[in-house]
């Protein structure tokens, strides 16, 4: 599984008839993984809520989204599954379909409910606009595989 996450100051996300928000938080985009497992899930879910990436009163990022009580909008994203070493075209082998997918976005989205925070979702294989005002812009880049799991 592979995830971008952005700290936002708001997150607003439309999709027809379709819409979600969070205040203060994370914009989270998801690229579930063909061989991804319930490890992979409960490791980034915990990485998500406790990484250090929001400042404290001395500007340092000390803070989890935990400790500044923030929201969640979590946007599945298969494209960040692309293989792009070779050509020009991305070559999407590695994304898990979409049952599978689907499966293990909402797995996350729970996951990370579990830790006390609020979660929103995306519109699950439709397209979406995403209106957000980026905090820093601090973004980080999460991945589960080729690590050991525990």
């Known amino acids: 599984m592979k995830i971008i996450m952005q700290r936002v100051n708001y ?3 439309t999709s ?4 979600s928000n969070i205040n203060f938080g994370l914009l989270v985009f998801v690229g579930v993984n063909k061989e991804d497992t319930d490890y992979d899930i ?26 500044v009580q923030g929201g969640v909008m979590l946007v599945s994203n ?5 293989q792009t070493k070779k050509g020009t075209r991305p070559d999407f082998i590695n994304a898990g379909n979409a049952d599978f997918a689907q499966k293990m976005y909402l797995k ?4 990370i409910k579990e830790y006390g925070v609020k979660v929103e979702l995306g519109k699950f294989g439709h397209h979406m606009t995403i209106d ?3 905090n820093g ?6 991945e589960s595989q080729g690590r050991d799991h525990e």
């Open 11 to 13: 997150c607003k996300l």
């Open 16 to 19: 027809e008839e379709y819409q």
């Open 42 to 67: 409960n490791y980034l879910a915990k990485k998500i809520v406790v990484m250090r990436q929001f400042e404290d009163d001395l500007g340092k990022s000390n803070l989890s989204l935990i400790d």
């Open 78 to 82: 298969f494209t960040l599954q692309a």
């Open 108 to 111: 996350l989205a729970e996951k």
């Open 132 to 134: 957000c005002s980026l």
């Open 137 to 142: 812009p601090f973004t980080l880049i999460l």
